[in-house]
């Protein structure tokens, strides 16, 4: 039996996670997890998993659960600190890392110190300080195993192979809700039309990322960190049906994919099993036959300019990425609340990166300076 701490329970990936679970209760059992303002999910989740932890966002909300589930032993939590008792339980064998935002880098940090391996599908953790997650998972010989379904497709690819015969890396791109449309044509879309992905069914704010071509920036940056390669030798490919999930070339010019019919409950399960696999039902399994054709076409920076920054921002290393990733999360959040529009998002990205003069191999209270900063300085170009 697996015993998983599941942060992020209520999102996207969060409720993947339990429907991996249900299908497998002799492997794993959740004994503790995190919600934010989910409180009704919170309460369904405890009925059927019987945890031991339960974390919300909000000291009333934890008072609320407190009172109503008097005398079952469960430990209510709250807050960041809440999050951290979440990563590090005790009674856990694996954290699974699944909320959204830079939130998640504390309690990462934390699970490593605590000896917890990691199934970790919160990206902005290794984009934000990837270099400090990277030391700290080898010196505690903790893995991290991702969950993000290009990086689980690489690390499945790299099974049996040894790191250095990697020649590059070809990271898959969808293009996201507006794939067929040109900049002019982005003019005034609206939030709806942005969160209407054509393949994958995910939380709003790497919805909106994958429409600007940001989430393929951040999963470049995430990659250079987990496999260990320069950013020269990681591509993106348009891959409009995301049935390659990304691939490995090596250096006798052998390429290794990973395909499947997008369900990101695969690399949940895969991360939890590695490195063994278990049946898992999913909706569709991979005809293609059915399918007939793949298409694939080169990335348009000029089309794209996130992808473009993440690249640079990248290779210029230090809190770069930092600035990048704090900017795009205050930037979308407006967005989804209708303050600014799509294509500001990346006029503001650009804005923070430009004022910025990176700072080398941060430390971590630097990193949290430089974050706090960025989404500050956002909220001045919004008056
Ligand atoms: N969804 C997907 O298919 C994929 C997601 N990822 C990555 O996985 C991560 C999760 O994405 P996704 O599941 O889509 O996100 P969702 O928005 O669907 O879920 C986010 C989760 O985090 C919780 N949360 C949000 N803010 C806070 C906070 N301040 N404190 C505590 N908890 C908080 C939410 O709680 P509540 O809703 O209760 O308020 C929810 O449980 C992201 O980093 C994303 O990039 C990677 C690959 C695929
Ligand atoms: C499912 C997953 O891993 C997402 O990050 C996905 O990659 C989004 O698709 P695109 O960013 O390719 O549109
Ligand atoms: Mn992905």
Redesign the pocket.
């Known amino acids: 039996m697996k015993y998983i701490s599941l942060l992020g329970a209520s999102g996207s990936i969060g409720q993947q996670t339990a429907d991996v679970v249900r299908q497998h209760p002799d492997q794993f059992k959740i004994v503790a997890f995190s919600v934010g303002k989910n409180v009704e999910l919170a309460r369904k989740y405890i009925s059927e998993f019987r945890p031991s932890l339960v974390c919300v966002q909000t000291k009333e909300d934890s008072q609320t659960l407190q009172s109503e589930f008097v005398g079952t032993g469960i430990y209510f939590t709250y807050g960041d600190e809440g999050l951290i008792e979440t990563a590090v339980f005790d009674k856990a064998d694996i954290l699974v890392n699944a909320v959204i935002g830079s939130v998640g880098l504390f309690p990462t940090l934390q699970a490593i110190k605590a000896k917890k391996d990691i199934a970790l599908a919160n ?1 902005e953790t290794l984009v934000t300080a990837g270099h400090l997650v990277i030391e700290e998972a080898r010196k505690a010989s903790v893995k991290l195993l991702p969950v ?3 990086h689980s497709a690489i690390f499945q690819a790299l099974q049996g192979e040894k790191e250095k015969n990697m020649e590059r890396l070809i990271i ?5 809700s507006f794939r067929d449309r040109t900049r002019a044509e982005l003019v005034g879309v609206t939030v709806d039309q942005a969160l209407n ?1 054509p ?2 069914s ?1 939380g709003a704010k ?1 919805t909106i ?3 600007s ?1 940001m ?2 920036g951040l ?1 470049v940056i995430e990659a250079h960190w987990l496999f260990n390669l320069p950013y020269e030798k990681i591509d993106v490919l348009l891959h409009k049906e ?1 049935i390659i ?1 990304s691939m490995v070339e090596f250096h006798d010019s052998s390429v290794i994919a990973q395909l499947g019919t ?1 369900d ?1 409950r695969v ?1 949940i399960q895969y991360a939890l099993t590695y490195p063994d696999r278990l049946p898992l039902s999913t909706s569709h399994r991979l005809n293609l036959a059915e399918i007939g054709k793949l298409h694939f076409a080169e990335m348009d920076f000029k089309r794209f300019p996130c992808l473009q920054f993440a690249y640079e921002a990248g290779k210029i290393g230090g809190t770069m990425p930092t600035v990048l990733n704090a900017a795009n999360e205050v930037a979308v959040a407006e967005f989804l609340k209708g303050k600014i529009t799509f294509l500001e998002i990346e006029t503001y990205i650009e804005q923070a990166l430009n004022r910025h003069t990176p700072i080398d191999n941060p430390d971590l209270t630097t990193i949290q300076e430089v974050d706090i900063s960025t989404r500050k300085f956002i909220q001045t170009l919004l008056k």
């Open positions: 990206k993000d379904s290009e898959t791109a969808s293009g996201g992905h393949n994958w995910m790497i990322d994958s429409a071509m989430n393929k999963e995301s999930h997008p990101m690399p």
